[in-house]
C-alpha cells in the first residue's frame, strides 16, 4: 500500500488516499474515480509537499541537520549538528583568542576585578579550579570553559 497527499482541483482540498500501488492510483485518476471527500471534485492530483518516508523514520534528525531552532524543540539533536556546533564554537574560540590576554592562575580574581568595575573590560582566558568557575558562575560572572584546550603560554617555557 502507498498513501499519497491529494489535492481537488476545485477547492484545493488536501486529503490523504491509499492506493494499491502507483500505478493503482493513477488508474483510478485517470478514470475519475477518486473524489475529493470535502466537494466531490473527481479532478485531483497529488499535492505538492516533501516526500513521506516510511513509519519510524529519522525525519526528525534530518530536520535537525538542516535547522538546529528546530532541533532543540524537537528534542533531537544529530551528531551532524553536534559536530556543527561544536566547530562554530571552536570557530569562535580561534577567532577570539588572539584577543584575549592570558591570565593563567589568575583568571578568577581577574574575571571578577572586571565584573566588579575595579578594573577595564577586557577579553581575558586563564585557569580555574572548579570551585572558583562554580563561585563565578554563583555571583553571576560571565565565564565559560575553553571547549577547546589550550596550552598555558607558561608552560610552554
Ligand atoms: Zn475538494
Redesign the pocket.
Known sequence: MIVFDL???????R?EAWFASSDAFADQQARGLIG??????SD?KKAVMAPRVGAKSNQLTVKASTSPNNAATAGEISPELVRKVIAEIAAKQAEMLPRSRWVGRDFANAARAMHEGRTAEDLIHGQASPQEAQALRDDGIPAMPLLVPIVPPDAVN
Open positions: 489535492c481537488c482541483a476545485a477547492g484545493d482540498h486529503f475529493c471527500p470535502v466537494c466531490g471534485d485531483v
